[in-house]
């Protein structure tokens, strides 16, 4: 089974503080991601990396910045933490190696981030 | 407008009921999938489906590619179905996914 690990589920921060949020994939993915949930709007794109070192934008990626030294491990920064960054994260990854084939995307637990 | 719309938002029954979740969306699609959050903040995808109909267990999900609709039916309902159910499409034109706000299901013992 694939495993997607984030490195918190609850995090308390501080407003000005640069926050790291860490997601490890076990399984050789190509493509990971990172989504921002909030009540009645769904899940957010911030980030995406379809291969090491490659990031795009997604839609609301403002405030945060992404790292992808390495295949398994893609990273989310919040350079300088606000309130309005308080929310659920989610990191997934994919196989998709084909631009336009279909692989289900998996899923971390979440982090579950307040900002005080 | 929304790209993809969920209906309806919040959904309470009793065990044992037959469950419909509706999903529309306007843009063109490669593929459509179904995820289930549970409380605590988990996702799985339960199908990603680009034509016709798939069934899992209880689960069955359709999809009409010309009226853009797709609906994720539970049979036998059971209070452990309880969750957030998401529609999300892939666009045809690019990696990304675009989400639907949710569905929130209730199954009452």
């Known amino acids: 089974d694939v495993k997607v690990t984030q490195s918190s589920r609850y995090l308390v921060k501080r407003t000005g503080e640069k926050v790291f949020l860490e997601c490890v994939q076990d399984?050789?993915?190509?493509?990971m991601f990172w989504y921002r949930q909030d009540p009645g709007l769904g899940l957010r794109l911030i980030y995406f990396?379809?291969?090491?070192?490659?990031?795009e934008k997604g839609d609301i990626p403002e405030g945060y910045s992404v790292s992808r030294e390495k295949k398994e491990r893609f990273s989310l920064i919040l350079e300088s933490a606000s309130t309005n960054q308080t929310s659920m994260y989610l990191c997934?990854?994919?196989?998709?190696?084909?631009?336009?084939?279909?692989?289900?995307?998996?899923f971390g637990d979440g982090t579950r981030l307040s900002i005080l | 407008k929304n790209e993809v719309e969920q209906s309806p938002q919040n959904l309470t029954a009793q065990e044992g009921e037959f469950i419909t979740i509706n999903c529309s969306y306007s843009?063109?699609?490669?593929?459509l999938h179904w995820l289930q959050q549970h409380p605590g903040g988990g996702i799985v995808s339960l199908f990603m489906?680009?034509?016709?109909?798939k069934k899992h267990g209880r689960l069955i999900a359709t999809i009409n590619i010309q009226e853009k609709h797709s609906s994720l039916h539970i049979t036998a309902s059971h209070p452990r179905d309880s969750a957030v159910y998401i529609c999300?499409?892939?666009?045809?034109?690019?990696?990304?996914?675009?989400w639907g706000a949710g569905t929130k299901l209730i199954i009452k013992p």
């Open positions: 997934a990854s994919t196989r998709d190696t084909i631009f336009g084939s279909n692989q289900p995307q998996h």
């Open positions: 399984m050789d993915h190509e493509n």
């Open positions: 990396s379809y291969d090491v070192k490659m990031k």
């Open positions: 843009v063109g699609i490669s593929a």
């Open positions: 489906l680009s034509s016709g109909k």
């Open positions: 999300a499409v892939r666009r045809d034109s690019n990696y990304q996914l675009i």
